[in-house]
């Protein structure tokens, strides 16, 4: 997906997007007002990041000059944290706001979070997948090595119905927990790694070398179809 980062502070921009590449987003910048509407019409970006004080037009101006011709999720960062300033922003249609300094872990969240609302609606999934020895049933929430039935936890059985459903594209942990256990999730990013291992033991024929659920280093997760 591509993201439009608006900021004229340019090291703040430079840090954002090296955050957002990292989880697998195309960056976008831009470092005025002018500048993020010119680019929001020629790029089709999935999420705009726009900061409120800028020169040439500011991101309350910026924005409602994108909402004439697009409904593309907008996330304001503001150095205020006055709740005029934010009731200004949602009218001119800003999705959600960040005050300034924030958390680039937040800031992350927050962006996962509106993509996911802003996706359209998928068709409906069949309800049982197989792959190999692996095979789970939607309905039923029941999984299976071969024949036998495998008892998962509800989290167990969640994350691996989301890797399975998306064979080879690779989950970051981050992604993986915000999406399993939610945004206001707070823990350690390692129970994803504990599932992931708990997974392995219950459905994989040799856990120390899995078949399918599988690590990109560095990166996160998969399942290999």
């Known amino acids: 997906m591509k993201i439009l980062v608006v900021d004229d502070e340019r090291l703040l921009v430079k840090g954002i997007k090296f955050n957002l590449e990292n989880d697998?987003?195309?960056?976008?910048?831009?470092?005025?007002?002018?500048e993020a509407v010119a680019l929001?019409?020629?790029?089709?970006?999935?999420?705009?990041?726009?900061d409120l004080m800028m020169p040439k037009l500011d991101g309350l101006g910026a924005c409602a000059r994108i909402r004439?011709?697009?409904?593309?999720?907008?996330i304001m960062l503001t150095a205020k944290a006055d709740d005029m300033d934010k009731l200004m922003g949602f009218e001119q249609g800003a999705?959600?706001?960040?005050?300034?300094?924030?958390?680039i872990l937040e800031l992350k969240a927050r962006v996962?979070?509106?993509?996911?609302?802003?996706?359209?609606?998928?068709?409906?999934?069949?309800?049982?997948l197989s792959c190999g020895h692996i095979s789970i049933d939607s309905a039923s929430r029941n999984a299976y090595k071969g024949s036998a039935a495998v008892e998962l936890t509800a989290k167990e059985f969640d994350l691996i119905e989301l890797l399975m459903r998306n064979p080879n594209r690779v989950y970051s942990r981050e992604t993986l927990l915000?999406?399993?256990?939610?945004?206001?999730y707070r823990s350690d990013i390692r129970t994803v790694d504990v599932h992931?291992?708990?997974l392995?033991?219950?459905?994989?024929?040799?856990?120390?070398?899995p078949e399918y659920i599988l690590t990109k280093w560095g990166v996160g997760y998969y399942f290999k179809a």
Do not use: H
């Open 24 to 34: 697998g987003y195309e960056v976008l910048t831009a470092y005025d007002g002018e």
């Open 40 to 50: 929001a019409q020629e790029q089709q970006a999935d999420l705009i990041i726009l």
């Open 68 to 74: 004439e011709f697009s409904d593309v999720p907008i």
């Open 95 to 103: 999705d959600d706001y960040l005050t300034k300094p924030f958390n």
């Open 112 to 128: 996962r979070a509106l993509l996911r609302r802003a996706a359209p609606r998928q068709p409906e999934q069949p309800p049982r």
């Open 178 to 184: 915000d999406t399993i256990w939610g945004y206001e």
């Open 196 to 198: 992931i291992r708990r």
């Open 200 to 209: 392995r033991e219950k459905l994989e024929m040799t856990p120390a070398s």
